[in-house]
């Protein structure tokens, strides 16, 4: 809008005058933090009053938002209110015009609006944005009068529609926290609307202006600096203005910080989000608190343990508790509130913390009970244990726990920080309490089995000299601490082994067999495979998985009960019917034979699991192919020793033309008719993009592959070209991959050399993996192959010439050639 500038009113300030105070600021050697944004407020503030002159009464312009809170980050938006009353149209147009256009020539994102106070009431009233805004409003120039009274009066407002307001304020922040997940577990977070993010901390500030309830206070102020810190910091090394901590920002962020590195950024900016997260919790359960003593009387007080009972929905100590005589009360309340399924009162937990002594070491047997029936408490358990959290209770219980809280994890395949990933699995190991003799243990591994993780080493071996001083500190006798240790050292033993070993091959039995040592700790550490993939997240565990891991604690089970590696039931299972049919069809026919079958899997999270849910739509490919073509047929291309050789790359190769990703494979020889070998495919693959191909079109492919005829390096060279440009076009460089890596499993079968891969998934990568083993001259015995986070994770049984392992100077060889021809 434009208008007619009053005569009086003096020529507007030169522009360029802020700008370079505001860039010397913002670079200024030892200034950051609140003073710099408050500096950079004052700065703004002098600067919009000179672009405004005197306008006499009636007219004042008003900071709100983050601006009105004197908190300006460097590339933070300018939020103004131009408040008027009893002024001409074109006046107020004109006055606008004199402090909008210079902010926009600087190029400064402005939120503006023009009102009388009776709009902006209106606006209020209406549009709770407008509202919270508003509830931050702070002078700048002009009349101070007419600011002052609107703030009165909107603050007047708002307490009276508190009651009404505040429900649509817990609508909109929770609907906010679905949208853009929780801040303390985001890999790259929104600093600001995420869950535990900076318009959390506002929302607090909202209620408490309401007088209806007050957030915690305790950190708080300190846990939204820590935001503000580092989105200032986040501004400066982006140059824009944005709020999502990006992760090929952290480390510069960090830098800008004097933090060591970018984890430190994370678990800084996860602790203060947890600050927030809490005093949410907290604050909003005090708020429905006080609405519903409004309309009804308090409720009765239920025991529900020695000292502690429930009042108004909430665990909190008895009037006859002791907690300075009590040391085991904070314990027993924590688990009486997670049975209960209700939460542990803050002042509970404030007096727990300070009065109650610290448990004796090792810690009594009632101490012992009730912390595992916190942990065996599911879901209820979670928000219990964050209480305690909040107010250091549990590295007072637990002083290893410091090093894994709010620990991030790079992993995708993880969705939760280390210390939260350990309480979930917990919350997943009660689904198999009946399962196990020894639940107690099954809980506290739960617990403990990543407690190695922020420390040098491998994780597990670390936890397990972790876990053994924490289960002696608990009071468990040495036969139960050792099995602990046991637990925590080889958690990720069973599902390992079962997707990236040859189950049929009874070293593999027997090496699992000599680690876990009796069929107690076996059941145990299932039951904790379990629950650590699903505590992972959708990714770690699935009907397939499930399936190998069971198989292979079946046969470690007859080992450990007094049988041998390659007796029954642990003997390879024979071919099923339909692929002993196939590898009578191949051997007759001479020619590949494949079928195809649709598949949709159980779910592999536990009913009402968010995560539960069919596994996607998938394929089981069974391919026969004799080993030598028929007399009288043509062979494929190249010597007939080598048609074996050329199988596994030509039916990846394939599989990646028609866009299916591989989930599994498994290669061995049948002699289906007492006349010949028949080599026997299993494979498990996806489709990528939801359609299954036609069977007689794979084999089509198949057999001119096999051939020679289609020239399958040429057709997915191709098609990675073409998603280079599409990624160069998209001009979102993402972070890069690590180098592929491929080692040789030390005495990982008396059958065969092992070789295991890691790499980045891609299209077409199992075929290379298969070319480079063939042109290196040895032969795929069989392979276990699978893809988590978006990295392979393969290992491939293969043999020499003669069919007997390779010696380890040619293993080594073929393991560093192989990573070379990834690497290229």
Known sequence: ?????????????????????????????????????????????????????????????????????????????????????????????????????????????????????????????????????????????????????????????????????????????????????????????????????????????????????????????????????VRDALHLATGRATDRLALQDQDQVADALALPDADALLRRVYEAARVISYAGDVTWREVGRVLSARTARPGPRTPLAENVVEQDGEAVLARTARPERDPVLPLRAAAAAARAGVPLARPAVRRLASAAPPLPVPWPAEAREQFVTLLGAGEAAVGVWEALEAEGLITALLPDWEQVRCRPQRNPVHRWTVDRHLIETAVRARAHLRRVRRPDLLLVAALLHDIGKGRPGDHSVTGEAVTRDLAARMGFDAADTATLATLVRHHLLLVETATRRDLDDPATVEAVAGAVGDTGTLELLHALTEADALATGPAAWSAWRAGLVADLVKRVGAVLAGGNAGAEPSAAPRPSVEAERLAAEAWRTGGPVLALSTRTEAPAAPPGDPAAGPEPVGVELLVALPSRPSPGRRPPAGPPDAYAMGVLPAVAGVLALHRLTVRAADLRAVDPLGEGTVLLLNWRVAAEYGSLPQAARLRADLVRALEGSLDVPARLAEREAAQRGAHRRARRPGPGAPPPRVTVAPAGSRLATVIEVRAQDAPGLLYRIGRALEDAGVTVRSARVGTLGGNAVDAFYVTGPGGAPLPPGEAAALARDLERALGG
């Open 1 to 229: 809008m434009t208008g007619t500038l009053p005569p009086d009113l003096p020529a507007l300030p030169e522009p360029g005058g802020y700008a370079a105070a505001r860039l010397r600021l913002l670079t200024e050697e030892g200034r950051s933090g609140p003073s710099r944004r408050a500096a950079l407020a004052e700065l703004t503030d002098a600067w919009l009053t000179g672009l405004l002159g005197d306008p006499g009464e009636g007219i004042a312009l008003v900071a709100v938002g983050g601006y009105g809170r004197g908190e300006l980050s460097p590339r933070s938006d300018l939020d103004l209110l131009l408040l008027h009353t009893g002024r001409s149209l074109g006046e107020v147009a004109a006055l606008a015009d004199r402090v909008w256009y210079p902010v926009w020539d600087l190029g400064i994102a402005l939120d503006h609006s023009v009102r009388t106070p009776d709009e902006a009431r209106q606006a209020a009233a209406e549009d709770l944005k407008v509202q919270l805004g508003l509830l931050d409003a702070r002078h700048i120039a002009g009349d101070p009068e007419l600011t002052a009274a609107l703030r009165t009066r909107l603050l007047a407002q708002w307490r009276a529609d508190a009651p009404r307001r505040l429900a649509g304020l817990r609508e909109t922040v929770e609907a906010r926290a679905r949208r853009h997940g929780e801040l303390r577990f985001l890999l790259e977070p929104d600093l600001k609307e995420a869950r535990g993010g900076l318009r959390d901390a506002t929302a607090l500030r909202a209620v408490a202006a309401s007088w209806l309830a007050d957030a915690p206070r305790e950190g708080l102020e300190e846990a939204r600096r820590t935001l503000l810190d």
